[in-house]
């Protein structure tokens, strides 16, 4: 049987309005009440039930979670990172897939308003600030996830993907590559922006390396097959010896278009790295090096950073949590 808030106050000699005081406004309790208090749920075990408590205010016990594209594992992992953390408190999500399309992020942006969730989790599909600052102002704080908005007043959890562009390209320099392609598109998306502005800087630096810029449309295995298939149509002379794709479901429709339907040998030939290191980049047929992102951790911590801002919105917290992306070598850039 869970510990009450009533039996706190009978264990401490208070009434129940005291022990809610002690949990929500602590300043308005005399300092010996509020030892008391904190002693008998020391001593009784009692957890506090944030679910009820966020009932009890009107709202729903869920969080909204929009990502751009549901049907890529990485922002699969992200969302089973913020159950995980959400459930810690009784809590579901909703997710919502906006497939990069700015109106139908904001249908679902509406349909969370409404069904009063506890907070919306957003990667956005563009920078357009007002629409976040909308939620904010109805009373739902917003975190963002995978993205961050510099100067803006909003919470996020992101990954460093200039330097994860950086390390990419810096890799396939290291291995001897020179004559290297960026793979990617469209440049709206901040994401796959940075990780160009990386791969451009270890360029930069690198005298006799060239980077050509191959646009696609959207990031599905699909344009990464139709990518490589134009590289494979070239004169030998006329191709790159490296690839980066924006982010591993390019790399492996390029890596089915290489070595599928061309004599192109990975890595021998053109060497290729993707970017997210979702589960199948270790099982194509020739294992892709990638650049790590820590979905699940961001997920988690995405929903921990919401609760926190929720509970204490002027509390001395990191409300932009920046994780470093991890160069992972297999063997279509090694060998
Ligand atoms: O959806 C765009 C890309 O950005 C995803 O593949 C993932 O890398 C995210 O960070």
Redesign the pocket.
């Known amino acids: 049987m869970a510990v009450s808030v009533r039996d706190v106050a009978v264990a401490a000699s208070v009434s129940v309005g005291t022990v809610s005081n002690v949990l929500n406004r602590r300043d308005k309790v005399a300092t010996e009440t509020v030892t008391r208090v904190l002693a008998a749920i020391e001593e009784l075990g009692f957890v506090r039930n944030d679910a009820a408590r966020q009932l009890r205010a009107g709202r729903s016990r869920s969080i909204g979670l929009v990502?751009?594209?549901a049907g890529?594992p990485?922002?699969a992992d992200v969302a089973r990172g913020a159950e995980a953390r959400a459930e810690e408190d009784r809590l579901s999500v909703l997710l919502g897939n906006s497939d990069?399309d700015p109106l139908r992020e904001d249908r679902y942006l509406d349909l969370f308003r409404e069904q009063r969730v506890n907070g919306v989790l957003i990667?956005p599909a563009s920078d357009d600030v007002d629409k976040l600052e909308r939620v904010k102002n109805a009373g739902i704080p917003v975190v963002l996830v995978?993205?961050e908005l510099p100067g803006s007043r909003f919470c996020s959890v992101s990954?460093d993907?200039v330097e994860g562009g950086y390390l990419a390209v810096r890799h396939l320099i290291d291995i001897g590559r020179r004559r290297i392609a960026f793979i990617g598109g469209p440049s709206s998306?901040a994401?796959?922006a940075n990780?160009l502005r990386g791969a451009r800087r270890a360029v930069d630096e690198t005298p006799d390396a060239a980077l050509e810029l191959i646009e696609i449309p959207a990031?599905t295995v699909l344009n990464g097959r139709t990518a490589g298939e134009e590289i494979v149509r070239r004169e030998p002379s006329q191709r790159p010896d490296a690839l980066f794709a924006?982010?591993?479901?390019?790399a492996v429709g390029v890596l089915q278009a290489l070595t599928m339907f061309s004599t192109v040998r990975v890595p021998e030939d053109i060497a290729l790295i993707g970017?997210?290191d979702?589960d199948f980049a270790a099982a194509t047929v020739v294992p892709l090096s990638s650049i790590r992102?820590p979905?699940r951790l961001i997920g988690h911590t995405a929903v921990d950073l919401l609760l926190r801002f929720i509970d204490d919105p002027d509390g001395d917290y990191e409300r932009n949590v920046r994780f470093q992306p991890e160069l992972v070598i297999r063997q279509s850039t090694s060998g």
């Not at 924006?246 to 390019?250: K, R, S």
Request: aromatic share 12%.
């Open positions: 990502v751009l594209d890529n990485f922002f990069d990667s995978d993205h990954v993907d998306i994401q796959v990780r990031l924006a982010n591993d479901l390019l970017y997210d979702i992102q979905a």
